[in-house]
């Protein structure tokens, strides 16, 4: 994203482009009213990552421009990131400035932060860490208040946790996250929120139980588990199946099964040609599965999921590739007709768009 596009006057036209352009592609599925979830201008993102330009003995922030990957440029001040994060840039740089320890071999610092307030720096180095590595990190983490990682390669050094706890409150509840370093979150959290409230509402009413496919560290799922009988999640991401096993306990939700699969197998686990040890100890056949969420990756549903999907009364189906939406909505056009869309600003300054629908079974 090059700094000269961030322009808060233009947001407000940038985002009824795209918008304007999500109506087009979609109007011959029949969308005509659409929910609009924007972003705020600047200070969004909660997730930033910067390359260490070393230069005379000094070191700075930097990215890349675009016409040369080579070329690096210095990055003083980063306003799309959250100002938890603006404001503590300075300060860490200045300490890695004045330590040798910290300075030397460094290639990368990640940021990521909470709506809540936590901060976890992941510093990443060319070099081995040693003990006197580990102290300095130390007194920087609590100097600094923040938690602190290194990494080199085949290294990976926790001073304290490698994870954040979000927390904010949605629809009168309390939901918590903890949000392991490396894994996938949503890094715009105000957008997050109302992609949150908005699924919330589409369920509503639709009773009987949830399969969700791709549940991450349980983003929707803490969410939409109060609405259901019961919910079973499956995500392949060791990690994140471990974060969302986490984040169901924290969130007391005792009515929902996280279980590490690929879609592909749950897709022959439910058509009763494929058992899975996975599955142990949970009874398919006891599910009264009324809808399918999905939030795939930007390769959309493949085809043995989407004939899954065809067997569903209601799928909620959120989307951060406009086009392998459309061709999965043209495929179900047959069994589903859409019943509600939105659009969610994640990535303002960019040509990038989620989505949702809610897509019904035909009469």
Known sequence: MPLQNI??????????????????????????ELTIAASTPLHYRLRAEFRMFHDKGRVDYAMFAPADRKVPVVIETFPVAAES???LMPRLRDRLQASNTLKDGLFQVDFLATLSGEMLVTLIYHRPLAQRWEAAARGLAADLKVQIIGRSRKQKVV???DWVIEQFELNGRQLSYQQIEASFTQPNGQVNRQMLAWACQQATGLGGDLLELY???????????PLFARVLATEVSTSSVKAAQYNMAANQLANVA?????????SAALAGSKVLKELQGIELSDYRFSTLFVDPPRAGLDAQTLELASRFDNILYISCNPQSLQDNVSALQATHEIAAAAVFDQ???????????????RP
Not at 217 to 222: A, D, I, K, L
């Open 7 to 32: 322009v808060p006057a233009e947001y407000d036209s940038q985002l009824a482009e795209k918008v304007a352009q999500f109506k087009q592609a979609f109007a011959p599925f029949g969308v005509a």
């Open 85 to 87: 994060i603006c404001e």
């Open 159 to 161: 001073l304290e946790r």
């Open 215 to 225: 549940c991450g560290n349980g983003n929707f799922t803490v969410a939409l588990a």
């Open 258 to 266: 996280v279980v590490r699969l690929a879609s592909e197998d749950i």
């Open 347 to 361: 990535f303002p300054y960019t040509h990038h768009l989620e989505s949702g629908l809610l897509l019904k079974r």
